[in-house]
Every structure is written in C-alpha cells, then in structure tokens.
C-alpha cells in the first residue's frame, strides 16, 4: 500500500511540475519543433571531427545527477545515448533552475560544443537545454528494467525505450522488408496492393474472420492470403507480382501464429515450383548477408547454414527417413489408417490417403528438419490449388521449406486448368460440410479468370514474421510483431 501511496505522490508532483511551467509561460506542449542536427552515435563515431563544434541532440533523459551548479544527463535517442554535461554558468541561472525540476522520463533538447571528459567519455557540453515534453508517467526501475512479457507486448512504447535489443529487432525487421522488396524489384517484379475485405476468404486452409459492410448490406470476410487475387493479375498480364501485406486467420495464439501477421506472396509466370526453390534460396541468402552480415545466423541453440545449398527431399522420402514408413507400398486408405494408428497419428474420419500422410508428417518430420530444406510433392487432397505431378496425379508440384522445425514458405506450381479448379473446389466444399472449418469454398469469379487463361506459373508464400524471428533469434512471433493481439485487460 506504501508503494502505492508513493507512487501515486510521484504521478501527483510531475503534473503539478506541469501545471507550474504552464502557469509561467513554459508549457512544453506549445512546442512544435526542435532542430536536431546529430544523433548519439553519429557524434561518437565521428568525436575527431565534431571535437569542439556545437551540436543539437534531442530524446528522452534517462539518467540525471545534480551536483550543485553542474549536472549530468543522459540522453536516448534512435540511435542509443549520449552523456550531457549542464553547467549553472553555461545555460544561466533560471534555465538551470528550471532543468533542476526535469524528471527522467521528460524529452529534452540540448545544445552545445562536442568534448570528452576526464574520464574520457563523449559528451556534450550543454550551451541551451530545452524541455519538448513532460512525461507525466514514470519509466520501469533503471536496474531491473521492463522484463514483465505481458506489458512489454501491452505497452510496446515502454518496451522500446527500456530494452535496446527490442528496438534492434524492429529495426532489423524494416530492413528484412527493404532488402526483400530491393531484390524483387530488380528481378523485375511489380508491387502491388489487393483487397483486404473479400467476399470468398481463399487461398489457404484457415478460418476467416467474418464482419458485415452496412452500406452494402453485404457480409464479408478478412482475407487469410494473397493468392487468388495477384493469380487474377497475372491473367491480366502482369507477369511477375508480389504483395507484403496483413492477413487475418481466426486462430489461435502461440509463439509462432497470431490471427494477424505479415505474408508476403509472389507470382512469376512462365515458371513452376523449381524457379521457386532457386529464387528462395537466393533471396533467404541476400537477407541473411545483408541484415546479419553473415550466411551463419544463429537461433538458439542452433546456427542455420545459408552458404549450403538447401536440402531438396519429397514429402514421401521425408516419412520414409524420419517415421520409417515406405509410403510407396500404402494403396488405399484402410492401410494408411493402420499405419497411422501404430504410429499413434490422430486422424478423422474424413481424412482421406493423402491427409494422413500430411498428419505423420507433421508428427514425425517437422521437428528434425532445422537446416534450410525444401520438401516437395505434396498430397493432392491437401493441395487445392497445385498442378498434379504429371507422371504421377496423386500427388502436386509444391514445396513448403522448413528451417527450425518451422514450415518458412509454401510454394506451387500454381493449377491453371480451370475444369481441374472447380473439381478441386469441390472436394473443397465436400470437406467443408463434414465439417473442415478450413477448407476454401468455391470462387466463380477466379475461375471465370483461369477460363480466360493463365500462363503456366509459379507462385509462393512467405511468413515475414517467422523470417524475422530466425534473422533476429528471437523466440516468440509476438517479439517481432510491433502491437502483437493480447486479450482485453478486464477494467
């Protein structure tokens, strides 16, 4: 209750500090610009050639000791810190006075002559020191800092100005974002924007998030991919596109999913799913060099080789290797039911041959696959919206990659026959009614597209926020996410 007591004391003093600079003519709100010439670590890396000219740096005090007529602050800005010496007999009596008051928390202003003191740290020796906001709220204990993971995620501000590797993070993840977008554009492919409110939520195995347009009258969903969408474009003859974009999937919460994340999708026509496994391999390699400085990028207890070319095994030989099942002797799906009942895989009724593959797997394979791998010819029960291996129709031209024991990417060689489309639909709305709340539903309209024709291609999608987790080591999906989805804090 003490704690409390202080602490509501402490909040009541900094808006009466605030009430008092306002009664005088100082209110730091009224404040609308500040111009900052230098940032902490551009003046300490370049010290010999700011030694002794004036610089103006601004951001938020972090750390102040008063000694009489001279003081000390640190201050934080984007790039880190830099120590400020504020001497009575250098900024006058009355702004000394008034600096006194400032609490850490508070987003100054200073300028001043670059120097080092005698202890040989880079400072700036304050010649005008200005007040551009009052924090009316108190900063985490220096110490021991912001470490509670739910108000991190609640209160990202906090989380950035308290923990520097948080800010790295983001940081690092624009710059994930830029190289990707460098690259593609000189592979000559066009950025585009498409639909986020849908009227048939298609592309992936998800439930959508639904809501209703009210001048419309209409209900619609929020998109869970890209796909269907740029595929339309590539029909009209955009021959290389690619979206970064949100996509909304009503599931659940854990480390590596939440309902809302960044997907990146890219159609290239005259191609199929090997195009796609080339250019990954040299994208993932182009982001690793350029945002870690390395093709090694360590993830826990792991170090992900980059420089290695990428394992290429078929879904098939993945369960043949890890769950010791020739999958090739499994002819119908009485015999793939025993199988995965000694392997102790749940399954449903309607699971069919191929959707148990898929579960084993899951189960078995997953986890072992931590270097860069590409696992190809999926099932075509699973995949709606593949081409069929030619010599063998039971199955389709599609990759996932896998780093970690995480599934990075999901590529096809996308189906262009609009007949085999709308049987693939509707098996799709079969499952749908035996109740796979994931399953698509018919699209007319991207049909009435494929009827048009589309050229043979290939297409893929990428999980931004899983990327960014292995580039930066970071455990959680939620740790790269800026405002990641919490529940409501009852009132």
Known sequence: MEQVQNLNEILRLRREKLKTLQDAGKDPFVITKFDQTHHSVEI??????????????????????????ASFCNIQDLQGSIQAYVARDSIGEDPYKDFKKYDVGDIIGITGEVFKTKTGEISVHASEVKLLSKSLQILPEKYHGLTDTDTRYRQRYTDL??????????????????????????????????????????????????????????DLKLRISLELYLKRLIVGGLERVYE????????????????????????????????????????????????NGSLEVVYGEHTIDF????????????VKKYAGVDWNKVETVEQAREIAD??????????????????????YVEEHLIQPTFVMDHPIEISPLTKKKPEDPDYVERFEMFINGWEMCNAYSELNDPIDQ??????????????????????????????????????????????????????????????????????
């Open 44 to 69: 300490k890396e370049s010290f010999d050639a700011l030694e002794g000219k004036v610089v103006s740096v601004a951001g938020r005090m972090m750390f102040k000791r008063v000694m009489g007529k």
């Open 307 to 318: 420089s290695k070319p990428f394992e290429r095994i078929t879904m098939i030989d993945a």
């Open 342 to 363: 000694t392997l102790h895989v749940e399954y449903e009724d309607r699971h069919k041959k191929g959707d148990i593959l898929s579960l084993i797997f899951e189960e």
């Open 161 to 218: 100005i308290m923990n520097s590797d948080v800010k790295e993070t983001f940081i690092k993840r624009s710059k994930i974002i830029s190289v990707i977008r460098r690259f593609l554009d000189e592979k000559g492919f066009m950025e585009v924007e498409t639909p986020m409110l849908v009227q048939n939520a298609g592309g992936a195995a998800a439930r959508p998030f639904e809501t209703h347009f009210n001048a419309l009258d209409e």
């Open 422 to 491: 709308r049987e693939r639909f509707k098996a799709q709305e079969e499952q749908l009614a035996q109740g796979d709340e994931e399953a698509n539903t018919t699209d007319e309209d991207f049909l009435n597209a494929l009827e048009i024709g589309m050229p043979p291609t290939g297409g893929i999608g990428y999980g931004i926020d899983r990327l960014t987790m292995i580039m930066t080591n970071s455990p959680a999906i939620r740790d790269v996410i800026l405002f990641p989805t919490m529940k409501t804090l009852e009132k």
């Open 244 to 291: 970064i974009g949100r996509v909304f999937r009503n599931e659940g919460l854990d480390t590596r999913h939440n309902p809302e994340f960044t997907l990146m999708e890219l159609y290239q026509a005259y191609t199929d799913y090997h195009g796609m496994m080339d250019l990954t391999e040299e994208m993932y390699r182009k982001v690793a060099q350029e945002v």
